[in-house]
Nanobody, 127 residues
Framework: QVQLVESGGGLVQPGDSLRLSCAASGFTSAYYTIGWFRQAPGKEREGVSYISNLNTYTYYADSVKGRFTISRDNAKNTVYLQMNSLKPEDTAVYYC????????????????????WGQGTQVTVSS
Protein backbone atom coordinates (compact mmCIF):
# COMPACT_ATOMS: atom_id res chain seq x y z
CA GLN A 1 0.00 0.00 0.00
CA VAL A 2 1.52 3.26 -1.13
CA GLN A 3 1.61 5.99 1.47
CA LEU A 4 2.71 9.59 1.14
CA VAL A 5 3.08 11.73 4.22
CA GLU A 6 3.65 15.47 3.90
CA SER A 7 5.01 17.66 6.66
CA GLY A 8 6.51 21.07 7.17
CA GLY A 9 3.61 23.39 6.54
CA GLY A 10 2.75 26.29 8.77
CA LEU A 11 1.99 29.97 9.16
CA VAL A 12 4.73 32.33 8.05
CA GLN A 13 5.13 35.94 7.07
CA PRO A 14 5.79 37.18 3.54
CA GLY A 15 9.44 36.72 2.65
CA ASP A 16 9.91 33.79 5.01
CA SER A 17 10.89 30.25 4.07
CA LEU A 18 9.49 26.78 4.65
CA ARG A 19 10.64 23.32 3.69
CA LEU A 20 8.01 20.71 2.95
CA SER A 21 8.80 17.00 3.09
CA CYS A 22 7.07 14.11 1.41
CA ALA A 23 7.96 10.67 2.73
CA ALA A 24 6.93 7.82 0.44
CA SER A 25 6.56 4.17 1.33
CA GLY A 26 4.99 0.98 0.11
CA PHE A 27 5.66 1.29 -3.61
CA THR A 28 7.51 -1.31 -5.62
CA SER A 29 8.32 0.53 -8.82
CA ALA A 30 12.02 1.10 -9.31
CA TYR A 31 11.32 4.44 -10.95
CA TYR A 32 8.80 7.06 -10.00
CA THR A 33 7.86 10.68 -10.40
CA ILE A 34 6.79 12.84 -7.49
CA GLY A 35 4.95 16.08 -7.93
CA TRP A 36 4.04 18.87 -5.57
CA PHE A 37 0.64 20.40 -6.17
CA ARG A 38 -1.27 23.06 -4.29
CA GLN A 39 -4.85 24.11 -3.97
CA ALA A 40 -6.08 27.40 -2.62
CA PRO A 41 -9.69 27.92 -1.51
CA GLY A 42 -11.97 28.27 -4.49
CA LYS A 43 -9.24 27.47 -6.98
CA GLU A 44 -8.27 24.43 -8.98
CA ARG A 45 -5.37 22.26 -7.96
CA GLU A 46 -2.23 23.43 -9.70
CA GLY A 47 1.12 21.83 -10.24
CA VAL A 48 4.09 23.41 -8.52
CA SER A 49 7.14 21.24 -9.09
CA TYR A 50 8.11 17.73 -10.15
CA ILE A 51 11.07 15.38 -9.92
CA SER A 52 11.86 11.76 -10.69
CA ASN A 53 14.09 9.41 -8.74
CA LEU A 54 16.19 8.56 -11.75
CA ASN A 55 17.38 11.68 -13.40
CA THR A 56 18.15 15.18 -12.29
CA TYR A 57 15.42 16.80 -14.34
CA THR A 58 13.16 19.09 -12.37
CA TYR A 59 10.28 21.30 -13.37
CA TYR A 60 8.77 24.38 -11.79
CA ALA A 61 5.64 26.37 -12.43
CA ASP A 62 6.37 29.92 -13.54
CA SER A 63 4.79 31.29 -10.38
CA VAL A 64 7.43 29.64 -8.16
CA LYS A 65 10.46 29.54 -10.43
CA GLY A 66 13.50 31.01 -8.72
CA ARG A 67 11.90 30.79 -5.27
CA PHE A 68 11.14 27.10 -4.81
CA THR A 69 13.58 24.20 -5.08
CA ILE A 70 12.64 20.53 -5.27
CA SER A 71 15.08 17.86 -4.22
CA ARG A 72 15.11 14.22 -3.27
CA ASP A 73 16.84 11.80 -0.94
CA ASN A 74 16.47 8.40 -2.58
CA ALA A 75 17.88 6.60 0.45
CA LYS A 76 15.06 8.01 2.55
CA ASN A 77 12.42 7.90 -0.19
CA THR A 78 11.75 11.52 0.62
CA VAL A 79 11.22 14.53 -1.60
CA TYR A 80 11.57 18.07 -0.33
CA LEU A 81 10.20 21.39 -1.49
CA GLN A 82 12.24 24.33 -0.24
CA MET A 83 10.11 27.44 -0.48
CA ASN A 84 11.83 30.79 -0.15
CA SER A 85 10.57 34.35 -0.47
CA LEU A 86 7.05 33.20 0.24
CA LYS A 87 4.19 35.39 -0.87
CA PRO A 88 0.57 35.58 0.30
CA GLU A 89 -0.48 34.05 -3.03
CA ASP A 90 1.47 30.92 -2.10
CA THR A 91 -1.13 30.23 0.59
CA ALA A 92 -2.69 26.84 -0.13
CA VAL A 93 -2.85 23.23 0.91
CA TYR A 94 0.20 21.54 -0.57
CA TYR A 95 0.01 17.93 -1.68
CA CYS A 96 2.63 15.54 -2.89
CA UNK A 97 1.67 12.89 -5.39
CA UNK A 98 3.42 9.86 -6.82
CA UNK A 99 3.27 8.18 -10.19
CA UNK A 100 5.02 4.94 -11.01
CA UNK A 101 7.55 5.32 -13.77
CA UNK A 102 9.05 8.39 -15.32
CA UNK A 103 6.42 10.79 -16.57
CA UNK A 104 7.17 12.73 -19.70
CA UNK A 105 7.68 16.43 -19.21
CA UNK A 106 4.50 17.22 -21.12
CA UNK A 107 2.30 15.37 -18.65
CA UNK A 108 4.13 15.92 -15.37
CA UNK A 109 1.69 18.64 -14.42
CA UNK A 110 -1.46 16.60 -14.93
CA UNK A 111 -2.92 15.60 -11.55
CA UNK A 112 -4.75 12.71 -13.16
CA UNK A 113 -1.43 11.05 -13.93
CA UNK A 114 -0.70 10.58 -10.25
CA UNK A 115 -2.68 7.76 -8.60
CA UNK A 116 -1.22 8.27 -5.14
CA TRP A 117 -1.67 11.38 -3.01
CA GLY A 118 -0.75 12.52 0.45
CA GLN A 119 -3.15 14.12 2.88
CA GLY A 120 -1.84 17.63 2.31
CA THR A 121 -0.18 20.21 4.50
CA GLN A 122 -1.40 23.78 4.96
CA VAL A 123 0.87 26.66 4.09
CA THR A 124 -0.35 30.11 5.07
CA VAL A 125 1.61 33.23 4.23
CA SER A 126 0.25 36.27 5.99
CA SER A 127 1.44 39.35 7.79
Amino acid sequence: QVQLVESGGGLVQPGDSLRLSCAASGFTSAYYTIGWFRQAPGKEREGVSYISNLNTYTYYADSVKGRFTISRDNAKNTVYLQMNSLKPEDTAVYYCALASGLLARAIMGAPGRYPYWGQGTQVTVSS
